[in-house]
């Protein structure tokens, strides 16, 4: 009999329900929230409420575009953590209350898990997944780690960021260009269109595989200052060749640790995943250093690279087969690492 995992995930601004049959998509919904649109950023308390809002749609319609009944799910996995506490005790709670009225067990999830094993999910029955060993750099909006991925259970963090995350860069750096929230796609767009030698930004010098952007941030921020000094219209006038110089200079910090680890480990296969492995330079730097170097790259779907519940199922469905369920009384978690 097949092993049908519905996956919830509620940790941020997405509620998001997927269907995985043996490993195989069947479903995968998203309800993104624009209620935080007008205030830069994600207010916590709407989020909650507008999950509450989704939940029960969006649960409702990935079990039908799965074609399935909710007889057939076998268990049911749920984002537990790390996320917006109110956010995550929505998809918890909805969790446990429809394993409770079907009678069938529950999977907690840790999101960051869940971005790494994104991989495995397969749309085809012949995809290609990953080998073990892997190194997967996973650069979101709250981290940028190198791990090293040796099961789905055990993953090793190499190095991570020790003061901003790589999005925090792409997203502070676009907001003092008055762009809006989040910044990463619009810095994307823009980069596109722009000479990324330019601007010279500060690098870090960290020894080791961790990451920094503060210094970035701040050099980045001292350019505009001064030189809108000058001329108040600078930003409106280099706004491309901004962003491709701020786009160059986040790749090329993000290579050069990579590099370090993939030197280190001696690993074959290299993933990326998380929100900013939806940009266009760093899936191009990424896929070029790894034909270069003769390694097999795993770039994933854009649709797999921000928050979804895909990657919950999926990791729900490693944790099915060791019969790793999760009690009735856990609580969800703010803040947890791998
Ligand atoms: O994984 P994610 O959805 O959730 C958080 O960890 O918050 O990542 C969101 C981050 C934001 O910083 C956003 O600006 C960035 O991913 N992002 C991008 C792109 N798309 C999303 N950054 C650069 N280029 C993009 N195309």
Same mark, same amino acid.
């Given at each position: 009999?097949?092993?049908?995992?519905?996956?919830?995930?509620?940790?941020?601004?997405?509620?998001?329900?997927?269907?995985?049959?043996?490993?195989?998509?069947? @479903?995968?919904?998203?309800?993104? %929230?624009? $209620?935080?649109?007008?205030?830069?950023?994600?207010?916590?308390?709407?989020?909650?409420?507008?999950?509450?809002?989704?939940?029960?749609?969006? $649960?409702?319609?990935?079990? =039908?575009?799965?074609?399935?009944?909710?007889?057939?799910? @076998?268990?049911?996995?749920?984002?537990?953590?790390?996320?917006?506490?109110? @956010?995550? &005790?929505?998809?918890?709670?909805?969790?446990?209350?429809?394993?409770?009225?079907?009678?069938?067990?529950?999977?907690?999830?840790?999101? &960051?898990?869940?971005?790494?094993?994104?991989?495995?999910?397969?749309?085809?029955?012949?995809? #290609?997944?990953?080998?073990?060993?892997?190194?997967?750099?996973?650069?979101?909006?709250?981290?940028?780690?190198?791990?090293?991925?040796?099961?789905?259970?055990?993953?090793?963090?190499?190095? %991570?960021?020790?003061?901003? *995350?790589?999005? #925090?860069?792409?997203?502070?750096?676009?907001?003092?260009?008055?762009?809006?929230?989040?910044?990463?796609?619009?810095?994307?767009?823009?980069?596109?269109?722009?000479?990324?030698?330019?601007?010279?930004? *500060?690098?870090?010098?960290?020894?080791?595989?961790?990451?920094?952007?503060?210094? &970035?941030?701040?050099?980045?921020? !001292?350019?505009?200052?001064?030189?809108?000094?000058?001329?108040?219209?600078?930003?409106? #006038?280099?706004?491309?060749?901004?962003?491709?110089? &701020? %786009?160059?200079?986040?790749?090329?910090?993000?290579?050069?640790?990579?590099?370090?680890?993939?030197?280190?480990?001696?690993?074959?296969?290299?993933?990326?995943?998380?929100?900013?492995?939806?940009?266009?330079?760093? =899936? %191009?730097?990424?896929?070029?250093?790894?034909?270069?170097?003769?390694?097999?790259?795993?770039?994933?779907?854009?649709?797999?690279?921000?928050?979804?519940?895909?990657?919950?199922?999926?990791?729900? !469905?490693?944790? !099915?087969?060791?019969?790793?369920?999760?009690?009735?009384?856990?609580?969800?978690?703010? =803040?947890?690492?791998?």
């Amino acid at each position: 009999m097949s092993i049908i995992i519905l996956g919830i995930e509620s940790s941020c601004d997405d509620t998001g329900a997927a269907v995985i049959s043996d490993g195989l998509l069947l @479903s995968n919904v998203l309800a993104s %929230q624009k $209620v935080h649109e007008e205030y830069g950023g994600v207010v916590p308390e709407l989020a909650s409420r507008a999950h509450q809002q989704n939940i029960v749609p969006v $649960v409702d319609t990935a079990i =039908r575009r799965a074609g399935i009944s909710k007889n057939d799910i @076998s268990a049911i996995a749920f984002t537990r953590g790390p996320g917006l506490l109110g @956010s995550l &005790l929505v998809g918890t709670s909805f969790a446990k209350g429809m394993s409770l009225g079907l009678h069938i067990p529950i999977i907690d999830v840790n999101h &960051l898990h869940g971005h790494v094993l994104s991989h495995f999910v397969r749309e085809q029955e012949n995809d #290609e997944v990953p080998e073990f060993p892997f190194l997967c750099l996973l650069i979101s909006g709250g981290n940028s780690q190198l791990i090293l991925v040796k099961s789905p259970f055990d993953m090793e963090i190499l190095g %991570q960021t020790i003061d901003d *995350a790589a999005g #925090e860069a792409f997203d502070k750096c676009a907001k003092v260009m008055g762009l809006p929230y989040p910044g990463g796609p619009h810095i994307d767009r823009l980069a596109a269109e722009g000479d990324p030698t330019r601007f010279k930004f *500060a690098k870090p010098r960290i020894d080791g595989l961790d990451y920094s952007f503060s210094g &970035l941030k701040t050099s980045f921020l !001292y350019t505009l200052r001064d030189n809108v000094k000058v001329n108040p219209d600078f930003v409106k #006038e280099n706004m491309a060749d901004l962003a491709a110089s &701020l %786009q160059r200079t986040i790749i090329d910090i993000l290579i050069d640790k990579l590099d370090k680890a993939v030197k280190l480990t001696g690993v074959r296969t290299v993933a990326i995943g998380g929100g900013v492995s939806a940009n266009s330079g760093v =899936r %191009q730097a990424v896929a070029q250093y790894c034909d270069r170097h003769g390694l097999k790259a795993f770039i994933p779907k854009r649709m797999f690279t921000t928050d979804n519940a895909a990657m919950v199922a999926i990791a729900g !469905y490693f944790k !099915y087969q060791k019969k790793d369920f999760c009690h009735y009384d856990a609580a969800p978690y703010a =803040r947890v690492t791998l």
